[in-house]
Nanobody
């Protein structure tokens, strides 16, 4: 069973930065596509960024150029660096692990609030 635990998040002012991480308890972490999603009340969960085992990272249009996803396969972690934060980035952020096109686990969610 894959377990994902998120660290970080919190309150930040407009234009500020935050970084949080997700630790994954899994034997085969390096083969998973890792992603960050976010959700606000009444809306569907949306992709923020994803980083595959190898190849090109993917970003949602609204975060391109501001957010950076990275992974450390030696430490079974995936991180999200968020810069130039906007009020519309306020959401609960979830870490996700996927393999062969299917989701295999979610983190507990971490609240990010951007104040103006």
């Amino acid at each position: 069973q894959v377990q994902l635990v998120e660290f970080g998040g919190g309150l930040v002012q407009l234009g500020g930065s935050l970084r949080f991480s997700c630790e994954v308890s899994a034997t085969f972490f390096s083969i998973y596509t890792m992603g960050w999603y976010r959700q606000t009340p009444g809306k569907q969960r949306e992709l923020v960024a994803a980083i595959p085992r190898a190849g090109t990272t993917t970003y949602g249009d609204s975060v391109k150029g501001r957010f950076t996803i990275s992974r450390d396969n030696a430490k079974n972690t995936v991180s999200l660096q968020m810069n130039s934060l906007k009020p519309e980035d306020t959401a609960v952020y979830y870490c996700n692990a996927a393999y062969a096109g299917g989701s295999i686990g979610w983190g507990q969610g971490t609240q990010v609030t951007v104040s103006s």
